[in-house]
């Protein structure tokens, strides 16, 4: 209005005043002005409604905001016709599949002692609920499990993802896919991301490196076949989480805390050059070799094309000539840190050899004999996959065909390497055993492409057998470097190489213990002597967040002193494995983690860049100090802990759970008889809620459960999130979803025990916040949508 009418009021000052020359001159310099303003405001305006417009894109659902690109390219289709890695007569159908959404699929978490009652709940409730269902004339089939996935632990439906999401007939179905991934009961994950870690072969003592693992599908895999054994709360193995993109590592930390396991770090390196670490091994310092890799590298996704729509349009032959070079310093890094019998499988969503069997058997040539190919066939009984190729060509953007390196021309052999091509010699290429790879096609069993092949090392890289010459003063602090030690990759007789050359993966050099004194010593005797020392240590170099401190506490820490009389400790209780993420201040929350991942963590800080480790099992709550401890009881780490508790514990029914999880704050009274004795015993403060499984009942779970809660002076509570007491009452036969407006509903066996609420009031200001899910330094997170697939 203000605009308007100063416009209306320039118009007549230019009519009265058009004589005068400098009045002109003002006026002309005003209309500009708002002229320019009222474009600005056009603008804004037209900027406004195309955010609109993407935001209706980008809310409705999977599949949206893709309507205009159109399923063809023939340059892929050409391609692969031309290399013939589809069956003959097949093509067709492998197009057509390629081209259709793909299936949803979950993954119940095998390691939680609770996968067997989700999978009952699923069986006999919601797939039963939905096989008849028809949704715009299609008919819903029941969902199938994955044959080739053990103990019936992964599902397929032909409904895809949009489906789940917008049918207010599945509303109750998604509603629990949601809440139980949030738990870490559930995984929606990909078939054929499924299979990587399966080949693994993994044991509870295995020490595992996953090189590239964001988003964290596959990781959470991992950990769970660590924990396969729930008996054992602290398996001698771990798991090292690793991604270049600093961003990206949040996203995987989120997918692991769900799992809350002492036994997950996640770090932030660049994975051709990941640090090596070391650990103490009898008192001294030895290097850390893994006993299993997960190399699942970059790749160009055409094998992701039914759920990446834009790959159609985006996929071009030069995507994986550009990238066959890192994916193989993956690999090659990946190996020189695998111990030597250990196991790395390296994968794809690619269906392209250049990214596959080019990159395997350049790694089988290099290894000189030190690795070999093992033979998955028996491993996965169900799945269909074609083998291995063991002959390819390579085919740049503009439709030239090479089948050797030697017709390469000059000015293409910066971007077309020798290690694209299939080896040359007969007989080296047939002891490869490249048949061996697995390449999964799309329209065999309705899923993604993928490839895999599992390496096997035999012995020592070679380039690691190859000792530089060394000084006599320095060659017990250095002879000792073995595989994996940079150092030690450099062939006798080159000429010294620059820091950079020699450095770590971090830029750290494994040397890094070495006298600060001497390396201006050793620099001038070596220009002498031509002779190699160990180089001057350099310190790494932090991109991203800078995160807390990791600080251990020692076994005399004050901490302990209320911790250790208010839960009575069992004397076994490993102090030394609880840290805290600050040196200064009140400590808010303990976290836990195993004594190999401590042992990690304490000799590496300065080598590497640790993103998030431990489960919290503890938080500070200032009002209990009062009645005791100033700690309380984390439901993240409840499980881990529990073990070790040996007073604080109160031994509850099915009866008394429904309760604790549908009322806000019950009274004491209203428990059972025993649990209400037990009760009354306990002074204020934090309690443990144990349920002890009943084998002769078998209409009550089968599963232990453990809830963390407060004794109140006349009340008891339990401190569980939201989607975790979702879980615990739908294992007891209590259906529990929210309406449209979001506000959560009880049904199944209709008892009126009161309304189950999305939020946990505060309880005479004892704990501010039930649903205490994140660690204190994880608000960089950001906030994750629980909707959201988090797929590899």
Same mark, same amino acid.
């Given at each position: 209005? !203000?605009?308007?009418?100063?416009?209306?009021?320039?118009?007549?000052?230019?009519?009265?005043?058009?004589?005068?020359?400098?009045?002109?001159?003002?006026?002309?310099?005003?209309?500009?002005?708002?002229?320019?303003?009222?474009?600005?405001?056009?603008?804004?305006?037209?900027?406004?409604?195309?955010?609109?417009?993407?935001?209706?894109?980008?809310?409705?659902?999977?599949?949206?905001?893709?309507?205009?690109?159109?399923?063809?390219?023939?340059?892929?289709?050409?391609?692969?016709?031309?290399?013939?890695?589809?069956?003959?007569?097949? !093509?067709?159908?492998?197009?057509?599949?390629?081209?259709?959404?793909?299936?949803?699929?979950?993954?119940?978490?095998?390691?939680?002692?609770?996968?067997?009652?989700?999978?009952?709940?699923?069986?006999?409730?919601?797939?039963?609920?939905?096989?008849?269902?028809?949704?715009?004339?299609?008919?819903?089939?029941?969902?199938?499990?994955?044959?080739?996935?053990?103990?019936?632990?992964?599902?397929?439906?032909?409904?895809?993802?949009?489906?789940?999401?917008?049918?207010?007939?599945?509303?109750?179905?998604?509603?629990?896919?949601?809440?139980?991934?949030?738990?870490?009961?559930?995984?929606?994950?990909?078939?054929?991301?499924?299979?990587?870690?399966?080949?693994?072969?993994?044991?509870?003592?295995?020490?595992?490196?996953?090189?590239?693992?964001?988003?964290?599908?596959?990781?959470?895999?991992?950990?769970?076949?660590?924990?396969?054994?729930?008996?054992?709360?602290?398996?001698?193995?771990?798991?090292?989480?690793?991604?270049?993109?600093?961003?990206?590592?949040?996203?995987?930390?989120?997918?692991?805390?769900?799992?809350?396991?002492?036994?997950?770090?996640?770090?932030?390196?660049?994975?051709?050059?990941?640090?090596?670490?070391?650990?103490?091994?009898?008192?001294?310092?030895?290097?850390?070799?893994?006993?299993?890799?997960?190399?699942?590298?970059?790749?160009?996704?055409?094998?992701?094309?039914?759920?990446?729509?834009?790959?159609?349009?985006?996929?071009?032959?030069?995507?994986?000539?550009?990238?066959?070079?890192?994916?193989?310093?993956?690999?090659?890094?990946?190996?020189?840190?695998?111990?030597?019998?250990?196991?790395?499988?390296?994968?794809?969503?690619?269906?392209?050899?250049?990214?596959?069997?080019?990159?395997?058997?350049?790694?089988?040539?290099?290894?000189?004999?030190?690795?070999?190919?093992?033979?998955?066939?028996?491993?996965?009984?169900?799945?269909?996959?074609?083998?291995?190729?063991?002959?390819?060509?390579?085919?740049?953007?503009?439709?030239?065909?090479?089948?050797?390196?030697?017709?390469?021309?000059?000015?293409?052999?910066?971007?077309?390497?020798?290690?694209?091509?299939?080896?040359?010699?007969?007989?080296?290429?047939?002891?490869?055993?490249?048949?061996?790879?697995?390449?999964?096609?799309?329209?065999?069993?309705?899923?993604?492409?993928?490839?895999?092949?599992?390496?096997?090392?035999?012995?020592?890289?070679?380039?690691?057998?190859?000792?530089?010459?060394?000084?006599?003063?320095?060659?017990?602090?250095?002879?000792?470097?073995?595989?994996?030690?940079?150092?030690?990759?450099?062939?006798?007789?080159?000429?010294?190489?620059?820091?950079?050359?020699?450095?770590d993966g971090a830029g750290v050099k494994v040397d890094e213990e070495a006298p600060k004194d001497l390396s201006l010593a050793q620099e001038t005797t070596?220009?002498?002597?031509?002779?190699?020392?160990?180089?001057?240590?350099?310190?790494?170099?932090?991109?991203?967040?800078?995160?807390?401190?990791?600080?251990?506490?020692?076994?005399?820490?004050?901490?302990?002193?209320?911790?250790?009389?208010?839960?009575?400790?069992?004397?076994t209780f490993p102090k030394v494995n609880v840290l805290t993420r600050t040196h200064d201040g009140k400590k808010r929350h303990l976290y836990m983690v195993?004594?190999?991942?401590?042992?990690?963590?304490?000799?590496?800080?300065?080598?590497?860049?640790?993103?998030?480790?431990?489960?919290?099992?503890?938080?500070?709550?200032?009002?209990?100090?009062?009645?005791?401890?100033?700690?309380?009881?984390?439901?993240?780490?409840?499980?881990?802990?529990?073990?070790?508790?040996?007073?604080?514990?109160?031994?509850?029914?099915?009866?008394?759970?429904?309760?604790?999880?549908?009322?806000?704050?019950?009274?004491?009274?209203?428990?059972?008889?025993?649990?209400?004795?037990?009760?009354?015993?306990?002074?204020?403060?934090?309690?443990?809620?144990?349920?002890?499984?009943?084998p002769n009942n078998t209409e009550e779970p089968q599963c232990p459960i453990q809830l963390c809660g407060w004794r109140g002076k006349t009340s008891i509570?339990?401190?569980?999130?939201?989607?975790?007491?979702?879980?615990?009452?739908?294992?007891?036969?209590?259906?529990?979803?929210?309406?449209?407006?979001?506000?959560?509903?009880?049904?199944?066996?209709?008892?009126?025990?009161?309304?189950?609420?999305?939020?946990?009031?505060?309880?005479?200001?004892?704990?501010?916040?039930?649903?205490?899910?994140?660690?204190?330094?994880?608000?960089?997170?950001?906030?994750?949508?629980?909707?959201?697939?988090?797929?590899?």
């Amino acid at each position: 209005m !203000f605009k308007l009418s100063v416009y209306s009021h320039f118009i007549r000052v230019t009519v009265k005043t058009s004589l005068y020359p400098a009045t002109t001159s003002f006026c002309r310099l005003f209309s500009r002005v708002v002229c320019c303003s009222n474009m600005g405001k056009r603008s804004r305006q037209r900027q406004k409604t195309q955010n609109t417009g993407r935001d209706n894109r980008d809310n409705a659902g999977w599949g949206a905001g893709y309507d205009d690109i159109v399923k063809e390219n023939k340059l892929f289709e050409h391609y692969y016709q031309e290399l013939g890695l589809v069956p003959e007569g097949e !093509f067709k159908e492998f197009m057509d599949a390629m081209r259709e959404p793909l299936p949803a699929t979950i993954r119940i978490t095998g390691y939680k002692s609770h996968a067997k009652e989700i999978l009952h709940c699923l069986k006999e409730k919601y797939f039963k609920d939905i096989q008849e269902v028809e949704i715009d004339g299609q008919k819903i089939e029941a969902p199938q499990p994955l044959k080739w996935y053990p103990d019936e632990q992964a599902w397929h439906t032909n409904m895809s993802r949009k489906i789940i999401r917008k049918s207010p007939l599945l509303e109750k179905f998604h509603q629990f896919l949601v809440s139980e991934t949030e738990s870490g009961n559930i995984s929606r994950q990909e078939a054929v991301s499924m299979i990587p870690p399966l080949l693994l072969k993994i044991e509870s003592h295995h020490k595992i490196l996953d090189m590239c693992a964001a988003p964290g599908s596959k990781t959470a895999q991992l950990i769970e076949m660590l924990h396969s054994d729930i008996d054992v709360s602290f398996p001698e193995g771990f798991v090292i989480a690793n991604d270049v993109d600093n961003k990206r590592c949040y996203l995987l930390v989120h997918q692991a805390k769900r799992l809350n396991s002492p036994c997950i770090m996640v770090v932030n390196h660049d994975a051709s050059c990941i640090p090596t670490l070391k650990i103490d091994v009898d008192g001294k310092k030895d290097i850390l070799f893994y006993d299993r890799i997960l190399c699942d590298v970059p790749c160009s996704g055409d094998g992701t094309m039914r759920k990446n729509i834009d790959v159609w349009k985006k996929w071009t032959t030069s995507n994986s000539l550009h990238l066959h070079g890192l994916q193989l310093r993956i690999a090659v890094r990946g190996l020189e840190q695998l111990a030597v019998g250990g196991r790395m499988v390296y994968s794809t969503c690619s269906l392209n050899p250049i990214e596959d069997e080019a990159v395997i058997a350049a790694l089988l040539e290099k290894s000189e004999g030190a690795l070999e190919l093992a033979d998955c066939s028996g491993d996965l009984p169900g799945l269909k996959w074609m083998p291995g190729v063991s002959s390819w060509k390579l085919m740049t953007k503009e439709g030239t065909w090479f089948s050797d390196w030697s017709k390469v021309p000059l000015n293409r052999q910066t971007q077309i390497r020798p290690t694209m091509f299939p080896p040359t010699d007969p007989e080296k290429l047939a002891n490869m055993h490249l048949e061996r790879c697995m390449r999964i096609l799309p329209h065999h069993q309705n899923t993604g492409g993928f490839f895999v092949a599992v390496l096997v090392k035999k012995a020592p890289m070679p380039w690691n057998k190859r000792y530089p010459k060394l000084r006599k003063d320095v060659s017990s602090s250095s002879a000792a470097q073995t595989e994996g030690s940079p150092a030690a990759s450099i062939p006798a007789g080159s000429p010294c190489p620059p820091d950079s050359a020699v450095e770590d993966g971090a830029g750290v050099k494994v040397d890094e213990e070495a006298p600060k004194d001497l390396s201006l010593a050793q620099e001038t005797t070596d220009k002498q002597d031509r002779v190699y020392g160990p180089p001057a240590s350099k310190k790494m170099k932090l991109f991203g967040y800078k995160e807390d401190p990791f600080v251990f506490l020692t076994e005399d820490d004050p901490v302990f002193i209320t911790i250790q009389s208010f839960y009575n400790l069992s004397p076994t209780f490993p102090k030394v494995n609880v840290l805290t993420r600050t040196h200064d201040g009140k400590k808010r929350h303990l976290y836990m983690v195993s004594k190999e991942l401590r042992n990690v963590l304490l000799n590496n800080s300065e080598r590497m860049k640790v993103i998030n480790t431990g489960v919290k099992v503890w938080s500070r709550n200032s009002d209990g100090e009062e009645f005791g401890c100033a700690f309380r009881l984390a439901q993240e780490g409840i499980y881990s802990l529990q073990p070790y508790i040996r007073s604080r514990i109160i031994t509850v029914s099915v009866a008394d759970i429904k309760v604790l999880l549908t009322q806000e704050n019950p009274y004491l009274s209203k428990l059972e008889e025993d649990a209400h004795a037990q009760a009354k015993k306990l002074v204020m403060g934090s309690i443990v809620l144990k349920y002890i499984p009943n084998p002769n009942n078998t209409e009550e779970p089968q599963c232990p459960i453990q809830l963390c809660g407060w004794r109140g002076k006349t009340s008891i509570r339990a401190f569980v999130p939201r989607n975790e007491r979702f879980h615990y009452l739908r294992m007891l036969g209590v259906e529990v979803f929210r309406d449209k407006q979001g506000q959560a509903q009880k049904g199944g066996d209709g008892e009126k025990e009161g309304e189950v609420k999305e939020g946990v009031e505060n309880d005479a200001g004892v704990v501010k916040d039930a649903v205490d899910l994140d660690l204190e330094n994880d608000d960089k997170i950001g906030s994750i949508e629980p909707e959201k697939e988090l797929m590899d």
